[in-house]
C-alpha cells in the first residue's frame, strides 16, 4: 500500500549531515540507499533511524544525534502500518516463540549454546539485548523472522526487504524466501526449483516484470507463480481477488511441518490476532463473537475462515492462469499423499513413540537414544520434504525420492527393527498388533512376515529345497 503523505511527514533535515558523511564512511550503503525507493521519495537516514533519548535502544551517536540501529516493524510502521500490521499478527511473527521445546533442547543441550546463536536465530530471531550501552554482539547482527526487539516489537522486515534499497522486486524473488526455507529440514526452495513452475520462473526471469508497481498474477506477470505470488500476492480475476498480504500464513489450510499433520482453521480476534485452530481438535473451532480466554485475557472472535475459505483464496490464485478443476486436482492429490503420510507412518510412529516413553523403555530426555533421532528424521526431514515437495508444487524428486521413499525406508528398515531391539520382542509384537496392523497399506509387510515366521518354523526339508534349486535352474 502506498504511504499517505498527508498522514506522516518525511525528509528530516538532520540527515544532511548523516548523508554528508556516510556518503563518504560507508558509501555502499549510502548509494543503495540513494537508488532505492526511498532515497528516491526523500526518506532518509533519520526518518528511519531516529530515536528519542531514553528509548531503550537509543544510541548517542557521532556526539550530536540519538539514534537507534536498529529500525524495527514498529519504526516501519510509521509509515507501512497496514503492512506492520499484517506482519504482527502472522505465524512469521511467532517464530521465536518456537525455541523452547524439543527442538530447543536439541540445539541449546544436545549441540550447545554458540550453534543456537549463529544456526537457529539466524532465520527465526535473537532476542537483542543491550550490554554498556552497546547491542551486545552475541544477539546482533541478526535479521531473523521473529527476531524480539528493544522496543518490544517483533521481528525484521530486513528478513525480506534487505538494506538499504528495501526493494519489492528483490523481496518477490523465490531465494529471498529460500535464505530460510531450504536445506534438507524445509526444502521449499529446492521442492520450488524442482517444479514445472520454478522451472518456468528460472527459463522466464526477465519477463516477470519483478520491478512493475502493480503485480498482478497472471495480469503484470504470466510466467509463473513465485513463493510470493503464492502466498502474498495479488489477485484479482472474474471470480475474485486477493489483496497483497503480509500474512503468509493465510492462504494455508494444512500444517504440513509436525509429526503428525493437521488441517487448520484460520481464526481472527477483534484486537487483530489470528491463531490456527486445529480443526479435529479436542476444542470445536470457534465461531465469530464466541469469546475466547488467551493468555489471561479474553478475546472476540471477529471473523473464522475455516478450512474450505482458506483453500478458496489459494485457488484463485491458482486460477490466474489454471482452470478451478486443476486447481481441485492439485488438492484431492495433495490430500490423499498427506493422508498416506499421517495414517499410515505418522500416526502409528507416534503412537509407538509415546508408549515406549510412558512404559519406561524410553528415558524422558530427549535425543539420548537413537530411536529419537530415527524418528525426528524420519518425520522432520523425510515426512516434511514428501508434503513440501507436492505442495510447492509437484515436485517428483521431493515428493518421491527425498520424501516417501525415505518415509519408507526409514521406517521398516530404521525405525521398527530399532523398535524391536528397544522393546524386546514380546513388546514389540503388541505395538506392532497395535498401532501398525490395522493402519490402511501395511498389510504387505504382515503378509510377509507370517510366510517367513511359518518357513522359519518348517524349514524347507533338503529334498524339497534341491528340487527347488533345479526349477531355478532350468527356468
Ligand atoms: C516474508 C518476507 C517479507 C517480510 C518479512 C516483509 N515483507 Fe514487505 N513485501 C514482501 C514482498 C514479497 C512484497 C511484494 C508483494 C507483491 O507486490 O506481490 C512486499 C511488499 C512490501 C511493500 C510494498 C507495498 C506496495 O503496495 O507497494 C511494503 C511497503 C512493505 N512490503 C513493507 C514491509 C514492512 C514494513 C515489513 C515489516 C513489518 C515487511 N514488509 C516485511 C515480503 C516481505
Ligand atoms: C561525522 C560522520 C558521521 C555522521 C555525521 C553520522 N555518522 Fe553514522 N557512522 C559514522 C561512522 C564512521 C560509523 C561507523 C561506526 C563508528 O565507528 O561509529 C557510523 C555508524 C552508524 C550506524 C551504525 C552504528 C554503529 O555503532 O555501528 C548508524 C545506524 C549510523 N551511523 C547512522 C547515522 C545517522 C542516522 C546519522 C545522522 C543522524 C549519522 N549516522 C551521522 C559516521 C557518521
Ligand atoms: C527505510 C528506513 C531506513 C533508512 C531510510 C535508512 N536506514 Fe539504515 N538501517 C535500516 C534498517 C532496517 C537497518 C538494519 C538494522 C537491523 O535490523 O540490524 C539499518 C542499518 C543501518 C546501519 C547498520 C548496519 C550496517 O551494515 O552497518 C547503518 C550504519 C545505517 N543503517 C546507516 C544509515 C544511513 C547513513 C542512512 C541514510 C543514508 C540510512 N541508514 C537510511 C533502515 C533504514
Ligand atoms: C518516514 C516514512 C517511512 C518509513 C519510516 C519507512 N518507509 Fe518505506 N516507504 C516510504 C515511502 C514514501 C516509500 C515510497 C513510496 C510509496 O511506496 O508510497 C516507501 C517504499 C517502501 C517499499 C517499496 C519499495 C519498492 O521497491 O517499491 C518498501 C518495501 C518499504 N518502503 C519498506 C520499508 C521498511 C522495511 C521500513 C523500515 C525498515 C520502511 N519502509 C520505513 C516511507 C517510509
Ligand atoms: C535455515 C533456517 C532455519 C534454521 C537454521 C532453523 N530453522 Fe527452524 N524453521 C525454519 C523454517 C523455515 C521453518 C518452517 C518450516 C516449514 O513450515 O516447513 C522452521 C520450523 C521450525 C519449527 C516448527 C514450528 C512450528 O510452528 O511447528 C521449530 C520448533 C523450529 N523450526 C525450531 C528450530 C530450532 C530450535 C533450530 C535450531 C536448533 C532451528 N529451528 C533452526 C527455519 C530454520
Ligand atoms: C528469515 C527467515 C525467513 C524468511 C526470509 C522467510 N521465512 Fe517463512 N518462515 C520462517 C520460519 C522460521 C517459519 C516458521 C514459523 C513457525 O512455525 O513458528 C516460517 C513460516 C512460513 C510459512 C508458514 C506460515 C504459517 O502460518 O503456518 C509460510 C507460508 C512462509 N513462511 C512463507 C514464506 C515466504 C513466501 C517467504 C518469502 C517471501 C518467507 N516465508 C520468508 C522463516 C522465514
Ligand atoms: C503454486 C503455488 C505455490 C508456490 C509457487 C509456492 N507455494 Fe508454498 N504452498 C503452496 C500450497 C498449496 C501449500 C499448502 C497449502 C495448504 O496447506 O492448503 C503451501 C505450503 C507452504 C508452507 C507451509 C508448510 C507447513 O509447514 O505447513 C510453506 C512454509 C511454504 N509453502 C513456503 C513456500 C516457499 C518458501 C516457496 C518458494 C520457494 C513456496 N512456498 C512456493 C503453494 C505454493
Ligand atoms: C502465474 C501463472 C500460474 C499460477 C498462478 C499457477 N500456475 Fe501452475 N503452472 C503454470 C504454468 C505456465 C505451468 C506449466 C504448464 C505446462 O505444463 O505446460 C504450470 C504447471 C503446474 C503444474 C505441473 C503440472 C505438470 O505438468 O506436472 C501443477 C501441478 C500446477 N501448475 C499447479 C498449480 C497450483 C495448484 C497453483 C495454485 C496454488 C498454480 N499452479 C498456480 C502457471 C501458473
Redesign the pocket.
Known amino acids: 500500500m502506498?504511504?499517505d503523505p498527508d498522514k506522516?511527514s518525511?525528509g528530516s533535515p538532520k540527515a544532511k549531515r548523516c548523508k554528508g558523511c556516510h556518503r563518504h564512511e560507508t558509501p555502499g550503503l549510502y548509494y543503495e540507499w540513494r537508488q532505492?525507493?526511498?532515497g528516491k521519495?526523500g526518506?532518509n537516514c533519520y526518518?528511519?533511524h531516529r530515536a528519542e533519548k531514553g528509548d531503550p535502544d537509543a544510541i548517542r551517536h557521532k556526539k550530536s544525534f540519538d539514534i537507534a540501529i536498529i529500525?524495527t516493524p514498529k519504526?516501519?510502521g510509521?509509515?507501512?502500518e497496514h503492512e506492520a500490521n499484517q506482519f504482527r499478527n502472522s505465524h512469521h511473527a511467532r517464530a521465536v516463540a518456537i525455541l523452547d521445546g524439543l527442538e530447543n533442547h536439541l540445539g541449546k543441550v544436545v549441540v550447545g549454546e554458540a550453534a543456537v546463536n549463529s544456526g537457529c536465530v539466524v532465520c527465526h530471531g535473537s532476542t537483542v539485548k543491550m550490554k554498556d550501552g552497546k547491542l551486545d554482539p552475541a544477539t546482533w547482527p541478526n535479521t531473523g523472522i521473529a527476531r524480539v526487539n528493544l522496543d518490544g516489537s517483533i521481528g525484521s522486515?530486513?528478513a525480506c526487504?534487505t538494506r538499504h534499497r528495501?526493494?519489492?522486486?528483490q523481496?518477490r524473488q523465490p531465494v529471498t524466501c529460500g535464505r530460510c526455507h531450504s536445506g534438507d529440514h524445509q526444502p521449499q526452495l529446492e521442492s520450488y526449483n524442482s517444479s514445472k513452475h520454478g522451472m518456468l520462473f528460472a527459463a522466464n526471469r526477465e519477463k516477470m516484470n519483478l520491478e512493475s508497481?502493480r503485480w498482478i498474477a497472471g495480469k503484470d506477470y504470466y510466467d509463473a507463480p513465485t513463493c510470493t505470488t503464492c502466498h502474498m500476492g495479488e489477485v484479482d480475476i472474474a471470480s475474485g481477488r486477493l489483496e497483497v498480504t503480509h500474512d503468509v500464513g493465510e492462504r494455508l489450510s494444512w500444517n504440513l511441518r509436525g509429526e503428525v499433520s493437521e488441517k487448520y482453521a484460520l481464526v481472527v480476534y477483534e484486537n487483530g490476532a489470528r491463531e490456527n485452530w486445529p480443526e479435529d481438535g479436542e476444542e470445536d473451532v470457534p465461531e465469530e463473537g464466541d469469546e475466547v480466554e488467551r493468555n489471561g485475557k479474553t478475546l472476540t472472535v471477529e471473523q473464522v475462515l475455516d478450512v474450505e475459505a482458506r483453500r478458496e483464496k489459494m485457488t484463485l490464485v491458482c486460477m490466474s492462469c489454471h482452470s478451478e478443476k486443476w486447481a481441485q486436482a492439485f488438492y484431492t492429490q495433495l490430500d490423499r499423499l498427506v493422508e498416506l503420510y499421517n495414517d499410515k507412518f505418522a500416526k502409528p510412529g507416534l503412537a509407538i513413540m509415546n508408549e515406549l516413553k510412558e512404559s519406561g523403555r524410553l528415558t524422558r530426555q530427549d535425543f539420548d537414544e537413537r530411536l529419537e533421532w530415527i524418528w525426528y528424521e524420519l518425520w522432520r526431514k523425510a515426512g516434511r520434504s514428501a508434503r513440501s515437495g507436492w505442495a510447492m508444487t509437484a515436485s517428483a524428486e521431493y515428493t518421491w525420492w527425498q520424501g516417501m521413499y525415505e518415509v519408507g525406508k526409514r521406517f521398516y528398515s530404521r525405525f521398527l527393527p530399532e523398535v524391536k531391539k528397544v522393546a524386546g520382542n514380546e513388546l514389540y509384537q503388541e505395538l506392532l498388533d497395535k498401532h501398525v496392523k490395522d493402519a490402511e497399506g501395511q498389510e504387505w509387510f504382515f503378509e510377509a512376515r507370517k510366510i517367513l515366521a511359518s518357513l522359519n518354523k518348517a524349514p524347507p526339508k533338503k529334498n524339497d529345497a534341491q528340487k527347488q534349486q533345479q526349477g531355478t535352474g532350468q527356468q
Request: proline share 0%.
Open positions: 502506498k504511504v506522516v518525511w532505492g525507493a526511498h521519495a526518506v526518518d528511519c529500525v519504526d516501519c510509521r509509515c507501512h522486515c530486513s526487504h528495501f526493494s519489492k522486486a523481496a508497481d
